[in-house]
């Protein structure tokens, strides 16, 4: 099993940019893939971006696409997540979450196994 720990959030205003990390803990090598997700207050998990272990793959939820970037860096076993021109509507708690086999598609949540806590963005206009 899997420990992650996200971090890097925040308050920002409008415009403004933010790196979220996600450090994982435990047998990297049983990961296909490794996503980013948000909840909003009053609304259910939403897909942001993945990316395939090996780096070949990388999906966008369409509200991103074009601001942020997902990454990571092997040798520190951590997964990043840049956002840029923030806007209020990315409000949310934010988690990173690893599936370690193939079932449903990368951006259904219920295909990952391990979530980190969490960590707060918040984006005021």
């Known amino acids: 099993q899997l420990h992650l720990v996200e971090s890097g959030g925040g308050w920002r205003q409008t415009g403004d940019s933010l790196r979220l990390s996600c450090l994982i803990s435990?047998?990297?090598?049983?990961?296909?893939?490794m996503g980013w997700f948000r909840q909003a207050p009053g609304k259910e998990r939403e897909f942001v971006a993945a990316?395939?272990?090996?780096?070949?793959?990388?999906v966008y939820a369409d509200s991103v696409k074009g601001r942020f970037t997902i990454s990571k860096d092997s040798a520190s076993s951590t997964v990043y997540l840049e956002m840029n021109n923030l806007k209020p509507e990315d409000t949310a708690l934010y988690y990173c979450?690893?599936?370690?086999?193939?079932?449903?598609?990368?951006?259904?949540?219920?295909?990952?196994?391990?979530w980190g806590e969490g960590t707060q963005v918040t984006v005021s206009s």
């Open positions: 990316l395939s272990w090996s780096g070949r793959d990388r």
């Open positions: 435990g047998s990297t090598h049983d990961i296909w893939d």
């Open positions: 979450a690893a599936r370690t086999e193939i079932t449903l598609t990368i951006r259904d949540s219920q295909s990952y196994d391990d």
